[in-house]
């Protein structure tokens, strides 16, 4: 340890005692002086550094606000095309949705690709809305029929719940759809077959009700019930009802198609015309658009 030097100061006693009280008078004025100083600049940087640290602050809050709102405005996962795509697994006896990314907020929709032509696979796009009457009268006379094409691979399935009106039942509905396909995306057909069915009558569900019918539908996990009860995607479903209401992307072979106010059915680009409860129209326009597309 380095020993402490001492100061000299002999030469204060050769001071009179009025010279050493006026000494004392001076270091304490200097001290004072110095302190003063000293409380000043502390003044100066808490003038430069407090107002330049809040607007950091400031700005770390609002990146944070920014992105969680951005975050609850996104798309589910498995429905970057605003749709959740089904297709044949291959072992003719069941059908699985294709995983992809989310639809970050601000982005385009990426839309599937009809590759019909090369593979012989016929792709459906279905938009259909839960509380809609129509829809629900398609799905109770075709999704027996869909869902046996599906297991055969001989067509994909997207499917693209919307609200036509954006009423809030609607939205509602379509947002626990969003919740299914973006954790439970395997039980999401049979969810849809479980909303259809109970309101075909016109009747309007709840989040609870709509809970109800997800664990039906056999979907078990709490993030996803969370999301139902919490109203997840209820942003995403507003734009993507928007989108659908100003184009309808595949419908290829008729370029003024919006979905407004019924069900919109596509198959490699054609747009179904026929009645939602008729079968022999509905095959018939099945293997119509399949020779359209492949011959």
């Excluded at 009280?21 to 001290?31: C, G, H, N, P, V």
């Excluded at 009558?201 to 056999?218: I, N, V, Y």
């Excluded at 942003?235 to 370029?255: C, H, I, K, L, Q």
Aim: charged letters at 20%; aromatic letters at 6%.
């Amino acid at each position: 340890m380095a020993k402490k030097t001492r100061l000299d100061r002999s030469w204060a006693r050769e001071l009179s005692k009025k010279e050493r009280r006026e000494l004392q008078r001076e270091y304490a004025r200097e001290e004072r002086e110095r302190r003063a100083a000293v409380r000043r600049r502390r003044r100066i940087v808490g003038w430069i550094v407090g107002p330049s640290l809040g607007a950091v602050v400031l700005a770390v809050v609002v990146v944070v606000v920014v992105a969680q709102v951005r975050a609850g405005m996104r798309g589910p996962q498995n429905m970057v095309s605003d749709g959740l795509l089904e297709e044949g697994s291959g072992d003719g006896s069941t059908f699985t949705p294709r995983s992809t990314s989310a639809l970050e907020w601000g982005d385009s929709p990426t839309v599937s690709v009809s590759d019909v032509t090369t593979t012989g696979v016929l792709d459906l796009q279905l938009y259909l809305d839960p509380t809609d009457a129509e829809s629900a009268s398609f799905w109770a006379t075709e999704a027996s029929s869909l869902k046996e094409y599906l297991n055969e691979s001989a067509i994909t399935v997207e499917l693209h719940p919307v609200s036509f009106g954006q009423s809030d039942a609607g939205v509602t509905a379509v947002a626990a759809f969003g919740c299914v396909a973006d954790t439970e995306p395997d039980v999401a057909w049979d969810y849809l077959g479980e909303m259809m069915t109970a309101t075909a009558d016109g009747t309007e569900l709840t989040s609870a009700e709509l809970l109800t019918l997800a664990t039906t539908a056999g979907v078990s996990g709490s993030t996803t019930q969370d999301c139902i009860t919490g109203g997840g995607f209820r942003s995403w479903v507003s734009e993507a009802s928007a989108r659908a209401a100003a184009s309808v992307p595949y419908a290829t072979g008729d370029a003024s198609t919006v979905v407004s106010d019924a069900p919109v059915i596509v198959a490699a680009g054609q747009v179904y015309s026929g009645a939602m409860d008729d079968t022999d129209a509905f095959t018939t326009f099945l293997g119509d658009a399949y020779s359209t597309a492949t011959g």
